[in-house]
Each structure stands twice: as structure tokens, then as C-alpha cells.
């Protein structure tokens, strides 16, 4: 944790594009770092310059004011062919290739090097090897990439990313086209990743819980609080969750540090038990409208309101005398 070098500066960035007849700031103000060895995710609503910002720091938008640092050198000073080697991108685009093969594809990171039609040298295999290794698609080299799973491709635009051998990459919404398991899986890759090989990863990303139980740091932008960063934990602390992300119907849960769905309770339950399943059935019940007062097993229940009683047994749940194995029957006679 503590060899952790800025890789990235920005100062005073304001990003934005022109048109014909004005030039529209997204965001503005921006100062922060981006360190080698961490995941840092970009989250925010919709409209929020997500984009924007991350096609800025990568260098294909300019920026409107303000300073990019990267490894010591400001960004407008670096020829493409240069900072190819410094930034590797994947964006969100699904590929449409139909002839190339997973092991060709990954190859093409070595371009910044051989140029596009160059020569493989006996060092590039090597490279392309390792980075196939490293995210754990051997069995997939000689697939064609067309016949993979957006999972898969992931990978393997993953994958070509580290052939590139770039300090930094950035990522745009990487887990936009998968299940939660492959999300999981793809955000775990890049953070041990960025441990592994001391990269600095940059993503943006919608999946808000993933993200903050991942990223070593998150960067929160909307257009009304701008941007701030830190880790997941500071700032829920200091009050940037909620005040970036809570709704009406949605709060922030200090005690979990994710976000929990308010539901409208018209009425309350008591629930006597302990354990996992009583969790799960408190969940169960908010979700059909009804609060839960708790009891623990060996305490005998007051109940001079004459609430409904649940208790909660070995095999099932008991409810006017009948035991029901399951919540999704409970629910039904509750």
C-alpha cells in the first residue's frame, strides 16, 4: 500500500466541448491524483460528464483549461505514438470482428511498438503470452473473437490492454454488457490488476454497489456538487454519498456503506429469532410494507398492540400456530 506513486495530475481541469456557436463546460475546477497499484472508479448519474472527463484524460478531447500530468509530462506535449504507450483505453463498443482470433487481437497491443502491420518480435509473443496468462483465457487463444461471450471479449480487450504495457488504463463502463457474476469477476480482475502489475486503473462504471465495495478510491461528478474523491469509506462518511447519490425511495446505509431502498411501511411485525434468516425475512417483509419489531428467542413477547408474531424455528417460520418452511408462503398467509 505504501509504494504507491501518482502517475496522474490534474490541475485546475475544466472539461467541456464547443460548438459553433458556444463552449459548454461540463465539469470544472478539477484537481486530484490517480495512483499506480489502485482502482479508482468514476461514478455518477447519467449526463454528469463521465464521458467527458475520461475522454479527456485520455486524450481525445481537449481539454478547456487546466493542466493533465502524466508521469511528469503534460499531456498536450505527448505525440499519439507516445502516449499509446503510456495510456492503454478499452471502451464500452461492442467488436464486430469476424476474423481474428483472440490470441491476434491481444497482439494488436503491441502495436504502439511494431506498428499496425509490424512484425511480432520473440519478446512481443512473450508479452502477448503473459497478458493472456494474466487474465486467465488461455483455453480462449485460438477462439475466434466473434464467437465469445461479452464476458470473454472483456477479457481479451482487457487483455490487450496489458499487451500494450501501458502504466495507465482507462476503462469506459467495462461491466455495461454483463451479468452481476461476470461484473463481479471483471472488476476483481482489474483490481488485483492494478496491484499486480502497479498499473493505475481508471474506470467509469454505473454499478454504483460494485464499485464501492472494489475501487480503492471513487471520484463522485454531477453537475450540481462537481466533482470529489477519496476512498468509499471517507466518503461516506463525510456525507459525499448521500448527498451525490440519495433520492427520494433510496438513502445511504452507514452501517453496511451501501445503499438500501426505502420502503413505504404501512404496518409492523413481530419477529422472534436470531440468525441469517432473520435478515433475510426482515428484508422480506419491508419489501411488503411492514416493519419489524425484534424479539430474541429465549424473551418472552409483550404485545399489548396485538401485532401479528412470527417466530422463527428450525425448520421453517410459525405464524398462528402453522409452520411454514418457507418466506415465500409466510408471505402469502402474513
Known sequence: ?????????????????????????????????LLSGELTCLLGPNGAGKSTLLKTLSGFLPPLSGEIIIEGKALRDYRPSDLAKVIGVVLTEKLTLSNMTVEEMVGMGRAPYTGFWGRLSEEDKSIIDESISLVKIEDLRHRMVHTLSDG????????????????????????????????????????????????????????LELALQIADKVWLIDKVNGVRMGTPEDMAINGDMSRYFSREGVAFDMDSGLFKINHHIEGCVIVKGSGPRLNLLRKALARCGKEVREVAADEPVENPDGLAVIEITGDGFLYNGVEYPTIGLLLEAV
Do not use: C, W
Not at 509504494?3 to 465539469?27: C, F, M, P, Q, S
Not at 463502463?173 to 461484473?183: G, H, I, N, V, W
Open 152 to 207: 470473454e471479449r472483456q477479457k481479451v480487450m482487457i487483455a490487450k490492454a496489458l499487451a500494450q504495457q501501458t502504466p495507465v488504463i482507462f476503462l469506459d463502463e467495462p461491466t455495461a454488457f454483463l451479468d452481476y457474476p461476470s461484473k463481479v469477476e471483471i472488476m476483481q480482475l482489474l483490481q488485483r490488476l492494478s496491484r499486480l502489475k502497479q498499473k493505475t486503473v481508471f474506470l467509469s462504471t454505473h454499478d
Open 1 to 33: 500500500m505504501n509504494n504507491r506513486e501518482e502517475t496522474i495530475r490534474v490541475e485546475n481541469l475544466v472539461t467541456g466541448y464547443k460548438d459553433k456557436h458556444k463552449t459548454v463546460a461540463v465539469t470544472d475546477g478539477i484537481n486530484a491524483s
